[in-house]
């Protein structure tokens, strides 16, 4: 049986969590979870949010499913979720980003990948305060690691059958860091003269995206640019409840939701489990699960397309009676 890590965060993570096990189970497959806490709920009894032992779950069983984990805003410890990238060195994260069937949306037919260069930029977090009226935060861009997600996007568009490729910086202004991102893809670019290449600066990629998102394919962008063009993205397919992720290494790989802990709706029976189903079908084929993926997506998509969908869809479903209906779909598919 194949042992997996299995974070289950706070917030809406354990709600979320519980819900993609039951349905994972219910698909027939055997998993057997190494279940581990991370965040504010353990240091007081660790000293730590991510203690080591989480980070050796991973390592030993290369894969984890992850929810979404609380970091305070303006005080406190640093990101649990940009730890965990930098310590297993998960550099690519890739969120695809594609309608969902009987999902009202403004566009139909988005199909965009955003890769996101996962380990530095300003998340790597080299910030100090100069005095009591200004701080400075230290935008680090290293052409290997631009280099390394470059290569990324583009095998990414060889192996997908992707079209193109679309560099997304800042690089008029941030001219020696974005530049050096920029200059990196266009070297990466060359080498793949069967994908096009196409540059733009990140603000007219946003008003692009809003008034036309059907012309991107595969969106390439340095760490803090494709986390907030991401959200961008989710918010084009019907909202953060549906956007699923992938943190990816040479070793590891953690599979996410883009969402955070959704604090406001936690403990409600509210949340949509849909974007942690997402990354967990991905996770599934990654380790090779691909009819059990198949099979739990085609319910995920019955479901659905039945009008069964939770508050942030505009339904009345609970988050409890959303993945009973999946799973009620998933025995009848599994049975035939
Ligand atoms: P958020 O993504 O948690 O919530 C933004 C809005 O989307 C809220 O109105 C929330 O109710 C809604 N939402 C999010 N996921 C949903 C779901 N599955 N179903 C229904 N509605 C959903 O973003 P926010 O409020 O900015 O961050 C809350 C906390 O999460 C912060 O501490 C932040 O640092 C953390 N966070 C953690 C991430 C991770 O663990 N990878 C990623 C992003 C944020």
Same mark, same amino acid.
């Given at each position: 049986?194949?042992?997996?890590?299995?974070?289950?965060?706070?917030?809406?993570?354990?709600?979320?969590?519980?819900?993609?096990?039951?349905?994972?189970?219910?698909?027939?497959?055997?998993?057997?979870?190494?279940?581990?806490?991370?965040?504010?709920?353990?240091?007081? @009894?660790?000293?730590?949010?991510?203690?080591?032992?989480?980070?050796?779950?991973?390592?030993?069983?290369?894969?984890?499913?992850?929810?979404?984990?609380?970091?305070?805003?303006?005080?406190?410890?640093?990101?649990?979720?940009?730890?965990?990238?930098?310590?297993?060195?998960?550099?690519? !994260?890739?969120?695809?980003?594609?309608?969902?069937?009987?999902?009202?949306?403004?566009?139909?037919?988005?199909?965009?990948?955003?890769?996101?260069? !996962?380990?530095?930029?300003?998340?790597?977090?080299? /910030?100090?305060?100069?005095?009591?009226?200004?701080? /400075?935060?230290?935008?680090?861009?290293?052409?290997?690691?631009?280099?390394?997600?470059?290569?990324?996007?583009?095998?990414?568009?060889?192996?997908?059958?992707?079209?193109?490729?679309?560099?997304?910086?800042?690089?008029?202004?941030?001219?020696?860091?974005?530049?050096?991102?920029?200059?990196?893809?266009?070297?990466?670019?060359?080498?793949?003269?069967?994908?096009?290449?196409?540059?733009?600066?990140?603000?007219?990629?946003?008003?692009?995206?809003?008034?036309?998102?059907?012309?991107?394919?595969?969106?390439?962008?340095?760490?803090?640019?494709?986390?907030?063009?991401?959200?961008?993205?989710?918010?084009?397919?019907?909202?953060?409840?549906?956007? +699923?992720?992938?943190?990816?290494?040479?070793?590891?790989?953690?599979?996410?939701?883009?969402?955070?802990?959704?604090?406001?709706?936690?403990?409600?029976?509210?949340?949509?489990?849909?974007?942690?189903?997402?990354?967990?079908?991905?996770?599934?084929?990654?380790?090779?699960?691909? /009819?059990?993926?198949?099979?739990?997506?085609?319910?995920?998509?019955?479901?659905?397309?039945?009008?069964?969908?939770?508050?942030?869809?505009?339904?009345?479903?609970?988050?409890? @009676?959303? @993945? +009973?209906?999946?799973?009620?779909?998933?025995?009848?598919?599994?049975?035939?």
């Amino acid at each position: 049986m194949r042992t997996i890590t299995l974070i289950k965060g706070d917030g809406i993570g354990p709600e979320i969590t519980d819900a993609v096990i039951k349905i994972i189970n219910a698909s027939g497959i055997a998993i057997d979870w190494d279940i581990q806490k991370a965040g504010a709920d353990i240091i007081e @009894t660790e000293g730590s949010p991510l203690p080591k032992r989480v980070i050796d779950s991973v390592k030993k069983n290369k894969v984890a499913l992850k929810s979404p984990v609380t970091t305070p805003i303006g005080k406190g410890f640093r990101s649990v979720n940009v730890q965990l990238r930098k310590e297993l060195d998960l550099y690519a !994260n890739l969120r695809p980003c594609y309608n969902l069937p009987n999902i009202k949306t403004r566009y139909d037919k988005v199909d965009i990948v955003v890769v996101r260069e !996962n380990t530095e930029d300003l998340y790597a977090g080299i /910030e100090r305060q100069i005095d009591e009226n200004t701080a /400075e935060s230290i935008k680090r861009i290293t052409r290997g690691a631009s280099e390394r997600i470059a290569k990324f996007a583009f095998d990414y568009a060889v192996n997908n059958n992707r079209k193109e490729v679309c560099v997304v910086t800042k690089a008029n202004i941030c001219k020696l860091s974005d530049g050096l991102f920029l200059e990196s893809a266009r070297k990466i670019a060359s080498l793949y003269p069967q994908i096009a290449f196409r540059e733009i600066l990140v603000d007219n990629c946003c008003m692009q995206l809003v008034q036309n998102p059907n012309q991107f394919d595969v969106l390439l962008l340095p760490n803090l640019y494709g986390d907030i063009v991401s959200d961008l993205c989710a918010g084009l397919v019907g909202g953060l409840g549906i956007a +699923q992720g992938a943190n990816i290494g040479t070793d590891y790989a953690v599979f996410e939701p883009v969402h955070g802990s959704a604090p406001d709706i936690a403990g409600q029976d509210k949340a949509n489990p849909t974007a942690m189903l997402m990354s967990a079908i991905e996770m599934l084929n990654y380790i090779g699960e691909n /009819e059990a993926a198949q099979k739990i997506k085609l319910a995920l998509f019955e479901t659905l397309n039945a009008g069964i969908k939770t508050a942030d869809l505009g339904g009345s479903a609970s988050c409890s @009676t959303f @993945t +009973q209906a999946i799973i009620d779909r998933l025995a009848i598919l599994t049975k035939v």
